[in-house]
Nanobody, 114 residues
């Protein structure tokens, strides 16, 4: 079973930046890809970004050009650099492997507010 621990969230003003980190551990043979999801209050969890094999990336239209996903394969860690944050980016952010593991981490809260 894979364990996922997210960190780096917080309160930031509109236009600010945050860098999220996620460490995967446990029964890992190899990780094909990793993803970031987010869930805002009252909304469904949505895919934000995905990275496969260290280079192929996907971004949701809402974050394209502002967020950057990267990973450290040697440490089974994935990052999400978030720039030009907007109030609508407020959510709990979760990471997972790709394909998805059945176990999710606790998430990290990101609040964008003045």
């Amino acid at each position: 079973q894979v364990q996922l621990v997210e960190s780096g969230g917080g309160l930031v003003q509109p236009g600010g930046s945050l860098r999220l980190s996620c460490a995967a551990s446990g029964r890992i043979v190899s990780i094909y890809g990793m993803v970031w999801y987010r869930q805002a209050p009252g909304k469904q969890r949505e895919l934000v970004a995905r990275i496969i094999s260290g280079s192929s990336t996907y971004y949701a239209d809402a974050v394209k050009g502002r967020f950057t996903i990267s990973r450290d394969n040697g440490k089974n860690t994935v990052f999400l650099q978030m720039n030009s944050l907007k109030p609508e980016d407020t959510a709990v952010y979760f990471c997972n492997t790709f394909p998805l593991s059945t176990t999710w981490g606790q998430g990290t809260q990101v609040t964008v507010s003045s």
